[in-house]
């Protein structure tokens, strides 16, 4: 099992999951963060932590957000890894909960 960063962190982008994250499997992109689903250990810290709640474990995807799952084992392979929190964007708390940002993913 693993988890998985899901679309409403699309323009939120908050990193407060980080921060918790002992591993570092958390890869940062334009306007959206992936987890590494070879290097997630399943210890369950970054659920909690995003405001968006956006991250689930791959088991609990609400329904429409299982194509994530693949997301984030390709884009973790593209992006680096984020090892440290850093400011969210200055409109992240405008797009935390809009549905449809799918679309928004900026590779």
Same mark, same amino acid.
């Given at each position: ?49 995003? @405001? $968006?709640?956006?991250?689930?474990? #791959?088991?609990?995807?609400? *329904? +429409?957000?299982?194509?994530? %799952? ?16 850093? @400011? $969210?964007?200055?409109?992240?708390? #405008?797009?935390?909960?809009? *549905? +449809?940002?799918?679309?928004? %993913?900026?590779?």
């Amino acid at each position: 099992m693993t988890f998985v960063v899901t679309e409403n962190c699309i323009k939120c982008k908050y990193m407060d999951c980080v921060e918790v994250c002992p591993v570092d499997c958390f890869h940062v992109g334009p306007n959206f963060l992936v987890i590494d689903p070879d290097e997630c250990i399943d210890c369950t810290l970054c659920e909690p932590e995003c @405001p $968006a709640e956006a991250i689930y474990s #791959e088991e609990d995807l609400p *329904p +429409g957000q299982g194509e994530f %799952l693949k997301l984030n084992a390709e884009l973790s392979k593209l992006w680096p890894v984020l090892t440290e929190k850093k @400011p $969210a964007p200055d409109d992240a708390d #405008e797009w935390k909960g809009k *549905p +449809g940002k799918l679309k928004l %993913l900026e590779r």
